[in-house]
């Protein structure tokens, strides 16, 4: 039976999500709260480059815009390391031929904007703001943010997929028993960029994710299509190299001399995007329930995470991927589905959280540390020999489909493994022998038994 679905938010999880929908058979309408971004233009300066991994490609493959994407994003296939002696270390990501795709957000959502309209019959509503919800007759309140009007709609079903803020989250943060949390971190970010050059080419590696660590703090890049780099700066809010110190044009200058040398010679902008972007702020939101009657959240809206692990976006897709495997199997019997929904992605968005979290320590800090490198090396190499009981932590997030929560147990108990091995007397120039195998053999051996 047909049904008429109103989402809340038509940012990419929204806008996956209507195409899902609508390929189903069903209404499908979409109102957001920013303007058109094809006819008003995408606003920048406070996004981080999206970094497309299985999980996100999952969800695209199903609705067929494998190709549409693959034209406007760049394969990285590992880190490029800068150090501040001005040294490079490339760590591969994974296996011969695997990578994580760079995107530009705008256009990545204009695409699937497109797709939702001309491929599946979705309509979109522009600069309309979600305020208030009915739960009881299934109505949202809407008002226009231009003319101020307001209007009322009626749906079957109602999507929160509004992000982080999500307006739909805030209602139902007034239902009995509704669990919520947001945790702000003590850093914050910066959008910056690296300009291509007059020919259009990347004036570094653009099949890299770079990072300058600089042990609590960092600067990443990642390619665009045009030849430029989205460039993030991280750091603390308050305290040493913090942006509380960074009021002057002269203290910019001076700290990006001091600490990121290599790359302020392809900055040259950097006065100026640094005072003329906002210095944005990074938060991890948890809630249960994400189910109310016939109101569902999604994306961000249920699960807000930090973008380290590059999963926010892939995490959302993955939720769209889910429901609709889950409504297949349950007939579309949609009370069941949002149960089944709700109580399969909660553990995972919980551990995908965390795991975020830490990479931050890992990409600004030990990822420049040799002994660092050498674990991954152990890691892969081990994962390598032993591929049906042994995978990388960066693997199982990023390359395949396995439960965040049981990637993050698994991993755990294989790091008493690499413990153990980095332990061993002249690891680095051991590491390669077959001892090292023989260890995981026996771990292997005994953690089957």
Known sequence: MTKHFVIIGGG?????????????GHQVSVYERRADMRKAGYIGGRSINLALSNRGWAALDKIGMREKIEKISLPMSG??????????AYIPYGKEGQAIYSVSRGDLNIELINEAERSAGVKFFFDEQCTHIDFD????????????????????HIFGADGAFSAVRYEMQKTPQFDFSQTYESYGYKELTIPAGPDGSWSI?????????????????????????????????????SFDKLQTE??????????????LKHIPNLKKDFFQNPTGALVTMRCFPWVYKNTVL???????????YGQGMNCGFEDVRILDEILETANENWEE??????????????AIADLALYNYIEMRDLSAQPEFQLRLK???????????HFSTLYSMVTFDQVPYAEARKKAAEQSVLLDEIMRLDQIADRWESQLVIDMADSWIKSFKA
């Not at 002269?250 to 790359?263: I, Y």
């Not at 999604?298 to 380290?308: C, E, M, N, T, Y």
């Open 378 to 388: 152990i890691e892969k190499k081990i994962a390598a020999h032993f591929p049906k």
């Open 12 to 24: 990419l999880v929204g806008s996956v999500l209507a195409c899902f929908l609508a390929k189903r």
């Open 205 to 241: 590696e653009n099949n890299a994710l770079h990072i300058w660590p600089r042990k609590s703090f960092m600067m990443i890049a990642l390619p665009n299509i045009d030849g430029s780099f989205t460039c993030t700066l991280f750091t603390s809010h308050k305290g040493e190299n």
């Open 137 to 156: 007759r299934n109505t949202v309140q809407l008002t226009n943010t231009v003319t101020q009007k307001v209007s009322t709609v009626t749906a079957d």
């Open 79 to 88: 880190r490029m390391v800068h150090n501040i002696d001005g040294t490079t």
């Open 298 to 308: 999604i994306g961000d809206a249920a699960h807000a995470v930090v973008p380290f």
């Open 250 to 263: 002269q203290e910019v200058e001076d700290f990006f001399k001091t600490n990121f040398p290599t790359a």
């Open 337 to 350: 589905a949002f149960d089944q929904y709700q109580h399969s992605r909660k553990p995972n968005a919980d």
